[in-house]
């Protein structure tokens, strides 16, 4: 008996050798990612470039599944079961990045950290601390404003600047310190001194007495930063000529290992 083809159209291979419905579906939850979460079918059909009977079919599919809801305005946003889905997938990530992260403690002796920029606030989600008796410590999980942290400078540094004033706009810039941000202008300074610099600085600006040295991930499948934090006294100017070079190649190396198809090295 022949074999029907009634799923060809959907289970079309695309060139390399993956399925390329599920391609599609992929890359209209991320585009409603970027986009904010909540999108129109048009918004969907102009930036793909797929035409609307196609992009009505797969989110159908995706409402079906969970991973997509159907607002009353007709919009589509993304579904409460990818939450499940992104715990588990940063829980993972931060074991990933610990091997990493060991050799920062190794090479600086500080406490290193990994963070990602959730919405509007970062969130660490691995660390090695430091084997120094007087050291720093972040509880993974937990939630801090991007402003007043090395790694929110390093995670936004190449976001645009009207996207920056948004989201400060959202979240407000309150002192943590003294020597905290507190303006969008100053703010937006800083993220220019990232750039130029290739790292982002926490002069005691979360917390009074440490300095963070922080670099961002590139081209990590979801915005990522790893830093090293410690006591001002240690973490000097002529520290961080030392230190900086050691957290710029190690975010190389765990970029590498991110993008690859099989596991992830151990150093």
Same mark, same amino acid.
């Given at each position: 008996? &022949?074999?029907?083809?009634?799923?060809?159209? @959907?289970?079309?291979?695309?060139?390399?050798?993956?399925?390329?419905? %599920? $391609?599609?579906?992929? *890359?209209?939850? $991320?585009?409603?990612? @970027?986009?904010?979460?909540?999108?129109? +079918?048009?918004?969907?059909?102009?930036?793909?470039?797929?035409?609307?009977?196609?992009?009505?079919?797969?989110? =159908?599919? +995706?409402?079906?599944?969970?991973?997509?809801?159907?607002? #009353?305005? =007709?919009?589509?946003? +993304?579904?409460?079961?990818?939450?499940?889905?992104?715990?588990?997938?940063?829980?993972?990530?931060?074991?990933?990045?610990?091997?990493?992260?060991?050799?920062?403690?190794?090479?600086?002796?500080? !406490?290193?950290?990994?963070?990602?920029?959730?919405?509007?606030?970062?969130?660490?989600?691995?660390?090695?601390?430091?084997?120094?008796?007087?050291?720093?410590?972040?509880?993974?999980?937990?939630?801090?404003?991007?402003?007043?942290?090395?790694?929110?400078? #390093? %995670?936004?540094?190449?976001? &645009? @600047? *009207? $996207?920056?004033?948004?989201?400060?706009?959202?979240?407000?810039? &309150?002192?943590?310190?003294?020597?905290?941000? /507190? /303006?969008?202008?100053?703010?937006?300074?800083?993220?220019? @001194?990232?750039?130029?610099?290739?790292?982002?600085?926490?002069?005691? $600006?979360?917390?009074?007495?440490?300095?963070?040295?922080?670099?961002?991930?590139?081209?990590?499948?979801?915005?990522?930063?790893?830093?090293?934090?410690?006591?001002?006294?240690?973490?000097?100017?002529?520290? !961080?000529?030392?230190?900086?070079?050691?957290?710029?190649?190690?975010?190389?190396?765990?970029?590498?290992?991110?993008?690859?198809?099989?596991?992830?090295?151990?150093?």
């Amino acid at each position: 008996m &022949p074999t029907s083809s009634a799923s060809t159209t @959907d289970a079309a291979k695309s060139n390399g050798g993956g399925v390329q419905s %599920l $391609e599609r579906a992929f *890359d209209l939850l $991320e585009r409603m990612a @970027d986009a904010g979460g909540e999108v129109g +079918l048009s918004e969907l059909s102009a930036s793909s470039g797929l035409p609307l009977p196609t992009i009505h079919r797969l989110m =159908r599919t +995706l409402v079906a599944c969970g991973y997509v809801r159907q607002q #009353a305005n =007709r919009r589509y946003a +993304l579904g409460p079961r990818l939450i499940r889905l992104g715990e588990s997938a940063a829980r993972l990530l931060g074991t990933w990045a610990r091997p990493y992260l060991a050799r920062l403690v190794e090479e600086t002796g500080e !406490t290193a950290n990994m963070a990602l920029l959730d919405g509007d606030e970062i969130v660490y989600v691995a660390q090695v601390p430091s084997k120094h008796s007087m050291r720093m410590f972040t509880e993974v999980g937990r939630r801090v404003l991007p402003h007043s942290t090395g790694v929110g400078k #390093a %995670l936004l540094a190449n976001t &645009p @600047d *009207d $996207e920056v004033r948004a989201l400060l706009s959202r979240t407000g810039m &309150p002192a943590a310190t003294d020597r905290t941000i /507190t /303006t969008p202008e100053g703010f937006l300074a800083a993220l220019q @001194d990232v750039r130029r610099d290739g790292y982002a600085v926490d002069d005691n $600006e979360q917390e009074m007495g440490v300095r963070c040295l922080a670099v961002s991930v590139p081209n990590s499948p979801t915005a990522a930063a790893i830093s090293i934090s410690g006591p001002a006294g240690r973490v000097t100017e002529a520290a !961080t000529d030392k230190i900086v070079p050691v957290l710029q190649q190690v975010a190389v190396e765990l970029s590498e290992a991110l993008a690859s198809s099989g596991p992830v090295a151990q150093i």
